[in-house]
């Protein structure tokens, strides 16, 4: 089996197809964290409210395509007033309180989906135009997944164009290096922030409602993504859309081949990848912040 | 045009400035001259509003500036060059200096690319390099013409000699007279005696976190129980 390039290069896509997820959740959490030093722990919970909420728009309106619009448009409304209500009060906080506040928070939200959606693990089908199969060297894959990772990409490349072709995205950068200096120079850092913040959410939300169709939606989806999240951050380097596109492909790719290749390993791989890129490159693979 | 009146202000419980008067008129140079630590730097953040001013108060063009927010100065007229110049290095040569695009004070006859490119030619060759790529020298001149760029009434430069060979701080000495002489009002924090006095009209020395001595930056030549005492020249 392992040697049937057919099986492989599933396997290969799959790896890709989790990747883009991880990406989706990691760059928004990557920027915010560049930017303000303000590390989001509930960002895993947006993911799962982006889930839930596709979930309950696609069952009212029959339609995935308007949960697929709507949901991640919720969840950064949703991220909007959280900055509004909360995080903004703790911004010049130390990280402590950060940590806490939406540590906390990961438990209120888990509350309010289980009050709100049930214990029990809800499914939303794929979209009827990307729920076939298609054909790959001898093997059938499902065309949604490919969508996913088409998805991963078009983000990637408008991200790419935002940040490095546009004046907002040359403040943003220049906002990561030295936001002092920024500020003097009349960018509204704050605003910037509040910006990349709500479109982390957004991310987020896109997130859970695209994956809503693979895994299932339960309470707790969120914290089975958040390490490996937290680890893509880590290992591609704080505020940088490279490291983060890198970071998800190694940990995505990782864990995918780990699993079929040495599964008794596959739980400690990331940790293991995670520890020596701490001990060879503590700021991870392309940090932003230039030091 | 800027007048500084009874400031103090630290970092926290440590207080660095106890009571700083200084003023810089219409097309004005003043230097402020100081030892290491003793709170020139400090005086530039309470102006850029990067610190708060615990007491005393500053007033740039009449207008206090208290409650105005770091990113609201260059409307005004201010530009501020800091000690570390202050590039970004993830930026383009370019983009640092396009940065100022939509943040510059609009005024008719201001400072483009163009004129920025024949002030400091040096840049036009290295526009597309990063920031993180230019020498010393090349940084400062980067970091003065993105200032200039913003347009303002009053640039603030802290220590832009700072460890640049004999002949570039010759050409930036050169640049800031011509600056000078096209009237625009500059206040120059410096540890290098020479290029400060024969730059500034006036002159401000910092000792103790209080003014020591002020007048003419002419007259701080003749004062050599001043130098000796507050700035160990
Ligand atoms: N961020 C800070 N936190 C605490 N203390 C600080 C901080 N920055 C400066 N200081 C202290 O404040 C005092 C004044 O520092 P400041 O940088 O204003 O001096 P300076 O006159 O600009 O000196 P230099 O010529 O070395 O640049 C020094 O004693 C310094 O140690
Ligand atoms: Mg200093």
Request: hydrophobic letters at 50%.
């Amino acid at each position: 089996m392992l040697t049937d390039p057919g099986y492989l290069f599933v396997q290969f896509l799959n790896g890709l197809q989790f990747s883009m997820l991880l990406f989706l959740l990691s760059v928004g959490l990557s920027v915010t964290f560049g930017l303000m030093n303000f590390v989001n722990l509930a960002h895993g919970a947006l993911y799962a409210c982006g889930a839930f909420i596709g979930y309950s728009i696609a069952v009212w309106t029959g339609s995935f395509w308007a949960a697929f619009l709507l949901a991640p448009l919720a969840v950064c409304v949703i991220g909007a007033v959280l900055y509004g209500v909360l995080i903004r009060q703790v911004r010049s906080a130390g990280p402590l309180t950060q940590v806490l506040l939406t540590f906390g928070l990961i438990f209120i939200f888990l509350d309010a989906f289980r009050v709100i959606w049930g214990d029990l693990a809800l499914g939303v089908s794929a979209p009827t135009l990307l729920a076939t199969n298609i054909h790959i060297f001898g093997q059938t894959y499902p065309l949604y997944r490919l969508f996913l990772i088409a998805l991963g990409l078009a983000v990637y490349l408008i991200l790419w164009l935002a940040l490095e072709r546009t004046n907002i995205g040359a403040m943003v950068r220049a906002s990561v290096d030295n936001a002092e200096m920024a500020s003097c120079l009349g960018v509204n850092v704050e605003r910037l922030f509040f910006a990349v913040f709500c479109t982390g959410c957004l991310l987020a939300g896109l997130a859970g409602v695209a994956a809503a169709p693979i895994f299932s939606v339960y309470p707790g989806m969120d914290l089975e993504i958040l390490i490996p999240t937290l680890i893509v951050v880590v290992i591609g380097g704080l505020g940088s859309l490279k490291g983060a596109i890198v970071g998800s492909l190694l940990i995505g790719m990782l864990q995918t081949f780990g699993q079929v290749l040495i599964p008794q390993l596959a739980g400690s791989l990331s940790y293991i990848l995670l520890g020596a890129t701490l001990i060879l490159r503590p700021e991870g693979l392309f940090p932003a912040r230039a030091h | 045009m800027l007048e500084i009146s009874g400031l103090h202000t630290g970092y926290g419980e440590k207080r660095v400035l106890h009571g700083v008067d200084l003023t810089v008129g219409e097309g004005e140079v003043v230097t402020l001259l100081g030892r290491n630590g003793a709170g020139k730097t400090t005086t530039l953040k309470a102006v850029m509003s990067l610190l708060p001013a615990m007491e005393g108060e500053i007033r740039f063009d009449g207008r206090p500036l208290k409650k105005v927010k770091t990113y609201d100065l260059s409307a005004l007229g201010l530009s501020f060059v800091p000690e570390n110049r202050g590039i970004f290095p993830s930026l383009s040569v370019r983009e640092n200096l396009e940065l100022t695009r939509s943040t510059r004070r609009e005024v008719a006859d201001g400072w483009t690319m163009e004129r920025v490119f024949e002030f400091f030619p040096r840049l036009r060759e290295r526009l597309d390099n990063g920031g993180s790529q230019l020498s010393g020298g090349e940084q400062q001149m980067l970091a003065i013409a993105r200032g200039l760029l913003l347009n303002p009434k009053l640039l603030i430069l802290d220590e832009p000699t700072e460890g640049l060979a004999p002949i570039v701080v010759k050409q930036i000495h050169e640049r800031l007279m011509e600056l000078k002489k096209a009237g625009l009002s500059i206040l120059l924090v410096e540890q290098n005696f020479g290029f400060a006095t024969t730059l500034a009209d006036r002159a401000f020395v910092l000792g103790r976190g209080e003014i020591q001595w002020s007048g003419p930056s002419g007259d701080l030549r003749g004062e050599s129980e001043i130098q000796h005492r507050w700035l160990g020249v």
